[in-house]
């Protein structure tokens, strides 16, 4: 079964530049597009990437998204943190069989 | 304004039967792929079922199939899930999300419900 595997935490300072992987685990990544969500606690999520790289309206252009096919990957980066983006960020694809999967999670920590 | 509310959440006995309700509002409910994903508590996002605008594929996670059932009545804006044989791990918070494009392509989902609790507990 296909899956996207994230790390379970990264944290970073104020200002600074975080990414986020999300690495599949078999076939290549870039046959399905790649979505991001943030989810704050009590919250539901919230798409901030569609599309591998593409921002909704109102998402901040500090979000951005990459594939790597040659990593079998797909990143989000957040530039200049704020304490608002502590938060987890879940990557989501399909699966041959077009069911959704989506990863672990990546609980965020800006301090 | 675009919304998605669920509701039927609610404690049941391992092995009953619970029947959850999505009500949407605010754009063409029959034009959209409609979804269902759970969050145990503390846990990551578990995609469950999706069912197409109209009629066509219904697509179910393993863990589920043959005892939940997605429907949607576009009559009434409103899209279903019935669980039966219900287990302790069935425990979630349970959300109704909509397919980010009306074509049916796989991009994602853009609207999200605020969840409805489903407790399986004796």
């Known amino acids: 079964n296909f899956m996207l595997t994230q790390p379970h935490s990264v944290s970073e300072s104020p200002g600074k530049t975080v990414t986020i992987s999300c690495t599949g685990s078999?076939?290549?990544?870039?046959?399905?597009?790649v979505q991001w969500y943030q989810q704050r606690p009590g919250s539901a999520p919230t798409i901030v990437i569609y599309?591998?790289?593409?921002?909704p309206s109102g998402v901040p252009d500090r979000f951005s998204g990459s594939i790597d096919s040659s990593s079998n990957s797909a990143s989000l980066t957040i530039s200049g943190l704020k304490t608002e983006d502590e938060a987890d960020y879940y990557c989501q694809s399909y699966d041959s069989s077009n069911h959704v999967v989506f990863g672990g999670g990546t609980q965020l920590t800006v301090l | 304004e675009v919304q998605l509310v669920e509701s039927g959440g609610g404690l049941v006995q391992p092995g009953g039967s619970l029947r959850l309700s999505c009500a949407a509002s605010g754009f063409t409910f029959s034009s959209y792929g409609m979804n269902w994903v759970r969050q145990a508590p503390g846990k990551g996002l578990e995609w469950v079922s999706y069912i197409r605008s109209t009629s066509g594929p219904i697509y179910y996670a393993d863990s589920v199939k043959g005892r939940f059932t997605i429907s949607r009545d576009n009559a009434k804006n409103s899209l279903y899930l019935q669980m039966n044989s219900l287990r302790v791990e069935d425990t979630a918070v349970y959300y109704c999300a909509r397919d980010r494009v009306p074509t049916g392509d796989s991009v994602g989902f853009d609207i999200w419900g605020q969840g409805t609790m489903v407790t399986v507990s004796s």
């Open positions: 599309e591998d790289n593409q921002r």
């Open positions: 078999s076939g290549s990544i870039a046959s399905n597009y």
